[in-house]
């Protein structure tokens, strides 16, 4: 089979035929691959970011058809379609699942182990999420993948794997904004988006997109903002989301650029005892905040990975949501790209021309 390998970071994938995956063991899947996007968590990766050891295979927000299951799989059964994600569903048996927290599960399935080997026998880490959605097949423990009704278009599908969970989770299922909260969200990509579309859902107001694009806060729009600060051009973008929320600032930010300039920007942005989420996968310190912004205002800066969601129900509800045309999908896909073009498509979200590029197997 193939599929796109990163080799040296900095460099471009190469797609390489003759790549093995193993069958699935006991509680693990067997997904053929039939659509996977391209997320700004694999950038990182492919930047070295985030160092991983290499070769490796990216891709984790992945859609496709349950081609084999293991000894004792009872989530799913061949021919299923199904989402992969990097959250897992959880034991149900332990104190997090109990209470409601599965993507704290203590069985949570370890990143980079490795399932997929190249055509010259070395193992393949896989980076950013144990998924492997970068290859024609991909096997992963049945707590990964998450069934979805035949009747879900898949290339919206996988969307709902990382992109749009991340964003509108953050805020629904993390944060809980409560109706008539203000909202700030910082970075109007994919993610921040969804945080938009999360806010909206849930009743707030002021919905106020931040960004450095013109074009990005026209979108965020669409999406449900109503409210807009281009950093470039406001002189005091704190000031103007202080006016936009009568004088006191948000009541909550999602920042979701992986910056640490961002997060000290919209965590300015917030008000007293206002709640900062960062979402995006963020390098660096924090030297700059000091104890008596947290002590005197009661601010609060947490973060929220995957959403904090709990797949086998916000997943299937997301879709349920998309089909009953409250979530928007199709507006996030900026282009399809077949697996040999992989790297335009990289290139494209790099260059911040793209939401969602997809990578699509289908023949």
Known sequence: MKAAILYEVNKPLVVEDGVTVDSPGKGEVKVKVAFTAVCHSDLHFFTGDIPSPLPGLAGH?????????????????KGDTVIIGTVTSGCGQCYYCKIGKPHYCVERIA????????AKGQPLTLMAGPVGGFAEYTTVPQELVTPIPKNMPLDKACLL??????????VVNRARVPAMSSVVVVGTGGVGLNSIQGAVFSGAYPVIAVDVLDSKLKTAKEFGATHTVNLKKEKDPVKAVQDMTNGRGAD???VTVGSVD????????SGVMGMTVVIG??????????PLEFIFNEKTLTGAGGGSIRSSID??????????????LDELITAYYPLERINEAVDSLKKGEALRNIIT???
Do not use: W
Not at 111 to 118: A, E, L, T, V, Y
Not at 262 to 269: C, K, L, P
């Open 262 to 269: 961002a997060i000290r920007t919209g965590f300015s942005m």
């Open 361 to 363: 197997f289908e023949k």
């Open 161 to 170: 794997a990382c992109g749009v969970t991340s964003g509108f989770g953050a």
């Open 111 to 118: 990143f980079g182990r490795p399932k997929h080997k190249n």
């Open 315 to 328: 997943i299937p509800f997301l879709a349920s949501l998309y089909q009953a045309g409250r979530l928007k």
């Open 252 to 254: 909550y930010v999602f």
């Open 281 to 290: 996968l963020a390098q660096g310190n924090l030297k700059d905040f000091t």
């Open 61 to 77: 927000e992945t859609a496709g058809y349950v081609d084999e299951i293991g000894e004792g799989v009872t989530k799913v059964k």
